[in-house]
Structures are given as C-alpha cells and as structure tokens.
C-alpha cells in the first residue's frame, strides 16, 4: 500500500515465502508497507521508502493463526507521566504502555465481554481518551476504573498503547492501580517536590523534556497488587488558600501606616498646642 492506503500491486509468495511487489512510479515522499491477511486479521510490514531501480529489502512478515486462549498479554512497561498544576486545579495525565503477547497465536477478544487485555488506571481519572499507538482507538474503551482493548495482538514484537486522562483538583494524593505483573515502571512528573511512595523505586533526577523539567522515577519488576500513590506537593489557588495572604497583607499595611504616623514630624501649629 502507498502513502494515501490504496494497493500499489498485489501477488503470491513461493514455497520459499520469498515474493516480489513492484512500484512503478515511486513516490520518494511517500511511505510504503506490504500487509498479508490471515483468519481476518491484517499483518503489516515496517514503513519503506524505495529507490528509483533498487529493491527495498523487508524483514520477513510473519502471520499467524488466531485464539481467544493461552497465555495472558503482559505489560512489560508502562510510563505514566503526570502534568503540573493547571487553573482549574486539575491535572493531565498520559500513560503509554508496552503490551507482549508470550502465546504462539495472535490473541483475539472471545467476546465484547471478555477483552484481549485490560488494565486499571486510579479510580479519580475522567475525560478517558485514547492516544495514538499500534492498537487502534476503536478497539479500546473504558470500563469503570479498566482500559479495555478488544484488537488483536499478535505474538513476537511489543505494541505501544496509549491514552490520556485528568486527575481532577481533588486528587490532591492518587493511587496508581498495579492489577498485574509489570516488568518496568517509569514516572515522569512535573511536580518536582511531589512524594512518591513505591516499595522498590529509583530516584533518576530531574529531567528536560521540550522546555520542562520533571523528577524522572523508576521501579524494577513489580507484582500485582504492589503499592504505588503519588502525593503532589502544589495546590491551587482557592480563595481559602487566599485567605492567610490577604490577613497577612492586611496586617503589614496596618504595621507601616503605624511606623509612618510615628515618625511623622509636628508641624508648627501642633507645637502651638492646637
């Protein structure tokens, strides 16, 4: 398929696996990828962009068959990274996640109630929205506390999952859900002095990112049901929060117009006694 998702050429491969597709007027702007179908599902090459008269060598593309059993999807890493302060109070959250399937079979919903993966995120998150990655949008929703994608997910390379939430301007502390084994953890957040509380955690530094800074954290393997809670250290201005500056403010104005009529010097008339 060409840049624009329309078949360039189509053909058969050998009993070796070996085949050949020809592009008769390549575009060197464009993008290019072999896809093969098996049991419905739709495998995909690595993007290439092809010269004017030498092949464009592709790495084998396998297929597979499909089953709704086996061996669980794990999450092999999950990055949650976590914005600063906003007006509201309120925070944006983008998680990104690595999913691998260890079967022999690309993995398949066996129904829409019982999905391919799912996993928790905190409770308090609202305005779930699905991010680009290799999993489409469509095969993931929401349900309750619960990511659920519904796509296949093919053995052998991993597939990048990602999504975006709020933590609402209550969230003052938020529990990060670990509902099952995870290989890697990584933190990223713009509250520099927020505390994070880990049974295991590594402490990597304050890291730059487009013009941001935020305190960079990571776990090593985790279980299910391993603790994991984020306590932000900034907080919004409410007018309660006000309340001690404007008494504060109120008072050191009153200190100084004291100072000021203190040494303020008689004029002549109040020597007089008037």
Do not use: C
């Amino acid at each position: 398929m060409g840049g624009d998702g329309r078949p360039i050429d189509s053909t058969s491969t050998d009993a070796q696996g070996r085949y050949t597709l020809t592009i008769r007027r390549p575009d060197s702007t464009a993008l290019y990828v072999v896809s093969s179908w098996r049991a419905g599902i739709a495998y995909f090459s690595e993007p290439v962009t092809p010269g004017r008269s030498k092949p464009a060598p592709l790495r084998a593309l396998y297929v597979y068959d499909t089953s709704s059993a086996g061996p669980a999807v794990r999450v092999t890493r999950r990055l949650v990274t976590v914005a600063k302060l906003k007006r509201d109070g309120s925070r944006d959250v983008l998680e990104l996640l690595e999913l691998e399937n260890p079967g022999a079979a690309t993995r398949v919903a066996a129904d829409t109630l019982r999905p391919t993966w799912a996993g928790a995120i905190p409770a308090a998150a609202i305005q779930f929205q699905v991010g680009q990655g290799d999993v489409s949008a469509r095969a993931v929703t929401l349900r309750g506390d619960s990511v659920a994608v519904f796509g296949p997910i093919p053995p052998g390379e991993r597939k990048q999952l990602s999504y975006t939430y709020v933590l609402p301007a209550t969230a003052r502390r938020v529990v990060v859900p670990i509902d099952q084994p995870i290989e890697e953890l990584d933190l990223l957040l713009e509250d520099t002095a927020a505390v994070v509380r880990a049974a295991r955690l590594d402490s990597l530094g304050i890291e730059p990112i487009e013009g941001r800074r935020f305190a960079r954290y990571r776990t090593p393997a985790l279980g299910a049901g391993a603790p994991l809670a984020i306590a932000f250290s900034d907080r919004p201005l409410t007018p309660d929060a006000l309340v001690p500056f404007v008494v504060g403010l109120a008072a050191l104005a009153l200190a100084i117009a004291f100072v000021v009529a203190l040494r303020r010097k008689p004029t002549v008339e109040d020597g007089r006694g008037r």
